[in-house]
C-alpha cells in the first residue's frame, strides 16, 4: 500500500494524539456532526431484491430509478467478471451523481454512494485486483493533493472523501478512510469515525496502517460513543491476539490494552461528575410502603368538567375514539413538569406542586367535550417538550379542537413564564402545515415533521427555537394513512423522533425507520418494513355498545429505544417488535406482539412490553421471560424500570413487580383510584404519576431521608391548600 | 242424610277434585285419592361460589402459554394469601383457542365471514372456581367484607371475575350492564330435600284426609308417589339463551345471585287408596 508522506502523516498522527488525550473532552460526544458524517455509511447488505419489497405497504421513499437503471448494468457485467465493462459502467455514476436513494437487500434502503460502494468493496478477489488496476493511477494521481506541503483547507477531506466513495480499492484508500476516520472523529462523529476505521479492517486487510492500530483507535471511538460492549470486545481481542506489542501513538509508545482501559476508567470518572452535576434521578428500588407520603396533586380534568366528559362519551356511544381513557403528554425539565392537555400547556413545580402557569384556564375545554367524542381530531398528535429556556407544544387551540381537520400547531412558550414566543400559525411559510410527532430540539433549533392539512407527505423541518423561522426542510417520503377505528376517518401517523449519539432516528409509525445524521439533515439510511393494513375496501361491521378496542382505549403509541448500540422499536398499529444493530445496520431480530402492544422500558436484560399485561421479553432471545396481567384500562401506558422492581401506575393503584420474574411484590394504592391510570414517571425526588384527570406526586422510599425532610419543609405549607387551591381553580 | 244430600256432596266431591286436586285423564282412571302434596323449606346458602377466568393471549403460542402460566401463579398466590378459612381454588379444565379480535366477532355476529389474518392469537385459558364454605355462620358484614377481599385480590392479580368479555355482548344487548360476580348456593341440599319431602308427604295426608272426610271415605295407604306437577298441567316454560347459564350445574337450581335464603321446594303427587269401611 502505499503511504502518505512521512511528514504529513507525522503531522496528521501526532495531532490526532494530542487531540485524543488533550482536546477532546468528553461532552465532545455532543458536538453536533458536521457534513463529514454524510459520507460514512453503515453497511447494509447489498443485491436488491424487488420480491422483499412487496407488498409491506405503508410508508414509500423516492428511489432513483434511473440510478437503479445504471447501477444493475454494473451488477450484471461484474456478475460476468467483465470487469472492464462493469468498471466503465460505474464510471458513468461518478460521486456528484450519487446523490438518490437505492434498495438494498433485508428491506433497507441506502443512499447510493453508500451501496454503491459496498458492492465494490465487497467484490471477490479477481474484481478487486482488476478494479485496482483500472482505477490504481487516477485515485494516486488525486490523492496526491492531499500530500502537498499547504493543502486548501478543507480540500484534503473532501478530496479523501471522493477517493473513499470511488477508489476505495485502491491503493490509497485505505489512507483516505483513516484520513477521514480522524476527520469524523474530531468533529465528535465517533461512530463515523469507527465505521471508516473498521471499513479498512474489513476491507484493505494488508493495510500498513496497520491492525492493531486501527483496533486501537477503534476502540477509542466506540468509547467515546458510548458503545461499552463492543469496546470491552476489541480490548479483549487485542489482548489475546497482540500480548505484548506496543502502538505508536502522537509519537509516544504506549501499550495498547493498558491506555485503553486508563481511557476508559477516566470516560467513567468524568461520566460520573456529569451526572452529579446534572443531578440524574437515583434509580428506583424496592416497594411503595403503604405509608409512602403523597407531596401533591393537582386535578386539571374538574368534577364538573369529568360529569360533562362522561356525559359527552355516553350520548356519542357510536363513535367513541377513546378520549375518556386519553392521558395527555407531558414532559419535565428543570423542577418543572409541563403537560399539554387538548392544547392548554401547563407548567408544575414538581416539589411544591405549585402550578406555575397554563396558556388557558382548565375548565376552557368544558365547552368543547360534547363534540370530542366524533370528533376527528387526532388526539394522539398533542405532544409536549423542552429544553433550554423553550417549551414546544404540538397544539390546537382548544377553542378549534373539534373543528374539520385543523391543523395542529407548533407552540413555543418561555418556560418560566409560559409567555407565548412564536406560534406556526402565525408564520407565513408553515400556517397550512400541520405538525405531526414529538418534536426534537437540537442545539438552537428543532426538529418537527409536518404534512399538509390533506396531504400525507412527511415533511421534516429544521426550525430555529427564537423565532420559528425555517433553517431548511426536507421531505422523507410519503405516508399511508392509518385507519384506527372504523368510525373514523384515516389519519396521518404520528412519527417518533431518537437522537442517538451520532444519529437522529426517525420512526415513522408506517413501516420504515429512518436514520439521519447528528443534525438530520442527510438521510444514512432506512429499514422498511411491513407498513400499516389499507383498510380500503375493507367491511365493516358493528354492533351496539361494544368495548373499544384496545388499541384505541390504551391510546397504544409506537416506541424506539436504545441500548448498547442496539434500537429496539415497535410502531403503533404494528404487530412486530425489532432489535436493529445501528452499526451494521441490520435488524437482529423481529418477533410478533399484540397490536396494541407498547414498549415501555429496557435495561440492560429485558425490554419491557405493555398492553393490559406487562411482559418482559429477553433481549438477546427475543423470548418472553414473564408476563403479569394488570387492570390497565387507558392510555399513558409506561413503566419505570428500577434496580430490582418495576412499577406501573393503573386504576388499582402502583404496581411494584420483580423485575427478574414479574413477582407482585407491592400494591401501592396512592390517591388516585378515580382514574384510569397512565403516565408513570421519576422526576428529581418525586415519583410522578399523570392520569386522565390529574398530577399526583409521592415522595418514594429510594430518596434520601434528609432530601425527604428538607421537601417536605418546603411542601409543608403549600401541600394541601395548594393542590386544593389548584384543583379550585382548575374547575373555573 | 238424604239421597238429595248425598247427591250434592257426590257432585261438589266431583267438581272439585276434577278443578283442583285431582286431574284424571281416560286413559289413567284411578281407584282412590290422588293429591299434590307440597313442601318448602327455607334454608341459608352455606357456600358462596365465584368464578374467575384466567386468560393467556398472545401473537406466539409459546407467549400464550407463558402468560397463562403467569397469570394463573399469580391468582392463586393472591387468593391463596389472604388466608381465608374455608375458601377454595380449583380449575375447572384449560382450554386452547384461537382468539378473535373484536372486528372478527362483529363480523360473524352480521352473519359475515371473519376477516383479516387467519393466524390470529392464541388464547390458553382455565375457568376458575373459587368456592367460600361456612358462609351460614357469617353475618351479611362478615360475609360481604370476605366477598370484597375475594374479589379485590382477584382484580388486583388479573382474574376476570364474573363474566368473560366475550359475553358481555348478551348484557350490552339486554341492556343488563351488571353481572352478578357470585352465587350463593346450598350444599346440604339432599338433607333439606329430605325436610322438603316429608313436608310435600304430610302436606298431601292433609290434604288427602280432608278430601276424605269431606267424601265420606276412609283413607288408606300410599298406593303410589310420582315427584313433579300432575299430569296435563302446563309446564311449558320459555328458555331465555343467558351464557352465565353455561356455567351451570346441577346444583344451580338451588342457587341465588343475592344474598338470602333458598327456597327447596318438592312438589308429590301422592295417591292413596281408599279402604273399605
Known amino acids: 500500500m502505499a503511504r502518505l508522506s512521512s511528514n504529513s502523516h507525522r503531522r496528521r498522527e501526532l495531532w490526532g494524539f494530542i487531540f485524543w488525550i488533550a482536546v477532546v473532552p468528553i461532552g465532545l460526544a455532543n458536538v453536533p456532526t458536521t457534513a463529514v458524517a454524510q459520507i460514512v455509511m453503515a453497511t447494509p447488505a447489498v443485491s436488491a431484491s424487488d420480491d422483499e419489497e412487496k407488498n409491506l405497504g405503508g410508508f414509500q421513499v423516492q428511489v432513483d430509478d434511473s440510478l437503479e437503471t445504471s447501477f444493475k448494468d454494473f451488477e450484471r457485467f461484474a456478475e460476468r467478471k467483465d470487469w472492464e465493462k462493469a468498471f466503465r459502467a460505474i464510471e458513468e455514476i461518478p460521486s456528484d451523481k450519487r446523490v438518490g436513494m437505492l434498495k438494498a437487500s433485508g428491506g433497507m434502503i441506502v443512499p447510493a454512494h453508500s451501496l454503491i460502494w459496498q458492492v465494490v468493496a465487497e467484490l471477490p478477489a479477481e474484481g478487486r485486483e482488476a478494479f485496482r488496476v483500472f482505477f490504481d493511477a487516477k485515485a494516486r494521481e488525486l490523492f496526491r493533493q492531499i500530500e502537498q506541503e499547504n493543502p486548501e483547507p478543507g480540500n484534503d477531506v473532501k478530496v479523501a472523501r471522493q477517493v473513499f466513495d470511488e477508489f476505495f480499492l485502491t491503493s490509497v484508500g485505505d489512507d483516505a478512510a483513516n484520513l477521514l476516520g480522524d476527520a469524523a472523529f474530531e468533529q465528535g462523529d465517533f461512530r463515523g469515525a469507527e465505521r471508516y476505521w473498521r471499513a479498512i479492517l474489513d476491507h484493505q486487510p494488508n493495510t500498513e496502517i496497520g491492525e492493531l492500530r486501527l483496533q486501537v483507535k477503534r476502540a477509542i471511538a466506540l468509547l467515546r460513543s458510548g458503545r461499552a460492549k463492543q469496546f470491552a470486545a476489541i480490548v479483549n481481542d487485542i489482548e489475546q491476539r497482540f500480548p505484548g506489542e506496543m502502538v505508536t501513538l502522537g509519537g509516544q509508545d504506549v501499550e495498547p490494552v493498558e491506555f485503553l482501559k486508563s481511557l476508559q476508567s477516566d470516560s467513567e470518572s468524568s461520566e460520573s461528575t456529569l451526572g452529579e452535576s446534572n443531578e440524574e434521578p437515583v434509580l428506583a428500588e424496592g416497594v411503595l410502603p403503604e405509608d409512602t407520603p403523597i407531596a401533591w396533586q393537582v386535578q386539571y380534568l374538574s368534577d364538573a368538567g369529568k360529569k360533562m366528559l362522561d356525559q359527552s362519551v355516553r350520548s356519542n356511544y357510536w363513535y367513541r375514539n377513546g378520549v375518556e381513557t386519553y392521558v395527555p403528554p407531558f414532559t419535565a425539565i428543570g423542577g418543572r413538569l409541563i403537560c399539554n392537555w387538548f392544547g392548554i400547556v401547563f407548567a408544575i413545580d414538581v416539589t411544591t406542586g405549585k402550578l406555575q402557569w397554563r396558556s388557558e384556564k382548565f375548565d376552557k375545554l368544558n365547552s368543547q367535550f360534547g363534540q370530542m367524542p366524533h370528533s376527528q381530531t387526532n388526539i394522539e398528535q398533542f405532544a409536549v417538550v423542552a429544553g433550554g429556556n423553550t417549551v414546544l407544544a404540538i397544539s390546537l387551540n382548544p377553542e378549534k379542537l373539534n373543528n374539520y381537520r385543523e391543523p395542529f400547531r407548533l407552540i413555543a412558550y418561555e418556560l418560566d413564564t409560559g409567555k407565548e414566543r412564536w406560534n406556526s400559525e402565525k408564520v407565513s411559510s408553515l400556517s397550512s402545515e400541520s405538525f405531526i410527532g414529538q418534536p426534537l430540539m437540537v442545539g438552537d433549533n428543532v426538529l418537527v415533521a409536518t404534512h399538509e392539512r390533506n396531504g400525507s407527505k412527511m415533511t421534516l423541518r429544521s426550525l430555529k427555537l427564537s423565532d420559528g423561522s425555517e433553517d431548511w426542510s426536507k421531505e422523507l417520503g410519503t405516508a399511508t394513512q392509518i385507519q384506527k377505528s372504523r368510525r373514523y376517518q384515516q389519519q396521518n401517523p404520528v412519527p417518533i423522533f431518537l437522537k442517538t449519539n451520532d444519529a437522529v432516528l426517525v420512526l415513522t409509525n408506517n413501516g420504515a425507520l429512518i436514520a439521519l445524521d447528528s443534525l438530520g439533515k442527510e438521510v444514512q439510511w432506512i429499514l422498511k418494513f411491513k407498513g400499516p393494513p389499507s383498510s380500503a375496501g375493507d367491511n365493516f361491521f358493528w354492533y351496539g355498545n361494544e368495548p373499544l378496542e384496545d388499541v384505541i382505549a390504551l391510546h397504544s403509541q409506537g416506541a424506539i429505544l436504545e441500548e448498547d448500540g442496539t434500537v429496539y422499536f415497535k410502531e403503533a398499529c404494528s404487530n412486530e417488535l425489532f432489535a436493529v444493530d445501528l452499526s451494521k445496520p441490520e435488524v437482529v431480530w423481529k418477533r410478533p406482539v399484540e397490536v396494541e402492544a407498547v414498549l415501555a422500558g429496557v435495561d440492560e436484560n429485558h425490554l419491557y412490553v405493555m398492553t393490559r399485561e406487562m411482559m418482559a421479553i429477553d433481549r438477546e432471545s427475543q423470548k418472553l421471560r414473564w408476563a403479569r396481567r394488570l387492570p390497565i384500562v387507558g392510555g399513558g401506558l409506561s413503566t419505570v424500570v428500577g434496580r430490582d422492581t418495576v412499577y406501573v401506575f393503573t386504576n388499582r393503584g402502583i404496581y411494584c413487580l420483580d423485575k427478574q420474574n414479574g413477582d407482585q411484590k407491592a400494591i401501592y394504592r396512592g390517591a388516585d383510584l378515580e382514574s384510569n391510570g397512565g403516565w408513570i414517571e421519576v422526576v428529581g425526588d418525586r415519583l410522578v404519576c399523570v392520569s386522565n384527570s390529574t398530577v399526583t406526586a409521592y415522595t418514594p422510599p429510594w430518596v434520601d431521608d434528609s432530601q425527604n425532610s428538607q421537601s417536605d419543609e418546603d411542601t409543608d405549607s403549600t401541600e394541601t391548600s395548594e393542590t386544593s387551591d389548584a384543583a379550585k381553580d382548575t374547575s373555573g | ?277
Open chain 2, 1 to 277: 242424610m238424604t239421597l238429595r244430600h248425598h247427591l250434592v256432596h257426590t257432585v261438589l266431591f266431583s267438581a272439585f277434585v276434577s278443578t283442583t286436586c285431582l286431574t284424571t285423564t281416560q286413559a289413567e282412571e284411578r281407584s282412590g285419592i290422588t293429591v299434590m302434596g307440597v313442601g318448602k323449606i327455607d334454608a341459608k346458602p352455606t357456600i358462596v361460589e365465584l368464578t374467575g377466568t384466567i386468560n393467556g393471549e398472545a401473537e406466539l403460542a409459546g407467549d400464550a402459554v407463558t402468560k397463562f402460566r403467569g397469570n394463573r401463579q399469580t391468582a392463586i398466590e393472591a387468593i391463596e394469601a389472604l388466608e381465608i378459612p374455608g375458601l377454595t381454588i380449583e380449575g375447572t379444565g384449560v382450554s386452547v383457542n384461537s382468539a378473535m379480535t373484536q372486528q372478527q366477532m362483529q363480523a360473524i355476529m352480521q352473519g359475515m365471514p371473519a376477516q383479516g389474518d387467519s393466524a390470529g392469537k392464541l388464547a390458553v385459558s382455565e375457568p376458575l372456581k373459587l368456592t367460600l364454605v361456612g358462609v351460614e355462620d357469617m353475618d351479611t358484614e362478615q360475609l360481604l367484607e370476605t366477598l370484597v377481599k375475594i374479589v379485590d385480590a382477584g382484580k388486583d392479580s388479573g382474574i376476570v371475575i364474573g363474566t368473560m368479555p366475550t359475553n358481555m355482548n348478551f348484557y350490552y344487548r339486554s341492556g343488563n350492564t351488571r353481572t352478578p360476580l357470585a352465587k350463593f348456593k346450598l350444599s346440604n341440599v339432599n338433607e333439606v330435600k329430605a325436610r322438603a319431602y316429608e313436608q310435600a308427604i304430610a302436606d298431601a295426608r292433609t290434604q288427602a284426609e280432608r278430601l276424605a272426610e269431606i267424601s265420606g271415605v276412609k283413607l288408606g295407604p300410599i298406593t303410589g308417589i310420582r315427584e313433579g306437577n300432575l299430569p296435563g298441567k302446563n309446564n311449558q316454560q320459555v328458555v331465555y339463551y343467558n351464557p352465565y347459564m353455561q356455567q351451570q350445574d346441577d346444583d344451580d337450581q338451588f342457587t341465588s345471585t343475592d344474598l338470602r335464603d333458598i327456597t327447596v321446594t318438592i312438589s308429590l303427587q301422592v295417591d292413596f287408596s281408599i279402604v273399605e269401611e
